[in-house]
């Protein structure tokens, strides 16, 4: 089966640093574009971050540029987010999802989220 | 940034057709989609490539993309279809979401 895996979320105080992982699993992960997108509570649905197939294109939402990190591991099918000088308004479920060629292909399998709180 | 704009909520009664709009500069000119999120689920892809159906995803489900407004619609709703709605384009490099609409089936 397809499948993606999200986790390492968790509590962390204003300022401190998370490091989110994804791992994949049923497809082809090296000819995928990954992205990372997040959910706050009663807000709606916010892209984060994008990264090309082998790792050397990044792109990041306003919000979080200069502050996240998106990488990935093609020999080990993991997607990874290293979240730094975070803050209350970071607080969400945090989501990697795959698309197949950017400006062209929906996010068509998602992971199941993991919870990240920002709070001190 | 690019920006497209959804309506917060839409109501439908059991049976009607409901239809989510998603407006954007030029929007027609770039690929929507949509994604419904339930509470404590994550998104799945409805809508792809302005009108095309996932494996999986009812006949019901349609969409269309023109000028300046693509639109997600619902034909005989039903009490299940309640849901957060979001439109997605990409600009570019990035990816652009919608504010969500809230789909009532009352």
């Known amino acids: 089966d397809v499948q993606l895996v999200d986790s390492g979320g968790g509590s962390v105080q204003p300022g401190g640093s998370l490091r989110l992982s994804c791992g994949a699993s049923g497809f082809p992960f090296n000819e995928y574009w990954m992205s990372w997108v997040r959910r706050a509570p009663g807000k709606g649905l916010e892209w984060v971050a994008n990264?090309?197939?082998?790792?050397?294109?990044?792109y990041y939402g306003d919000s979080v540029r200069g502050r996240f990190t998106i990488s990935r591991d093609n020999a080990k099918n993991s997607l990874f987010l290293q979240l730094d000088s975070l803050r209350l308004e970071d607080t969400a479920v945090y989501y990697c999802?795959?698309?197949?060629?950017?400006?062209?292909?929906?996010?068509?399998?998602w992971g199941q989220g993991t919870m990240v709180t920002v709070s001190s | 940034s690019y920006e497209v704009i959804q309506p917060p909520s839409v109501s439908v009664s059991p049976g009607q057709t409901a239809r989510i709009t998603c407006s954007g500069d030029n929007l027609g000119e770039k690929f929507a989609s949509w994604y419904r999120q339930t509470p404590g689920q994550s998104p799945v892809l409805v809508i792809y490539?302005?009108?095309k159906r996932p494996s999986g995803i009812p006949e019901r489900f349609s969409g269309s993309n023109s000028g300046n407004t693509a639109t997600l619609t619902i034909s005989g709703t039903q009490t299940m279809d309640e849901a957060d709605y979001f439109c997605?384009?990409?600009?570019?490099?990035?990816?652009?979401f919608g504010g969500g609409t809230k789909l009532t089936v009352l």
């Open positions: 990264i090309k197939r082998d790792g050397t294109e990044k």
């Open positions: 999802a795959r698309a197949l060629r950017l400006a062209e292909d929906p996010f068509d399998v």
């Open positions: 490539q302005d009108n």
């Open positions: 997605q384009a990409w600009d570019s490099h990035t990816v652009v």
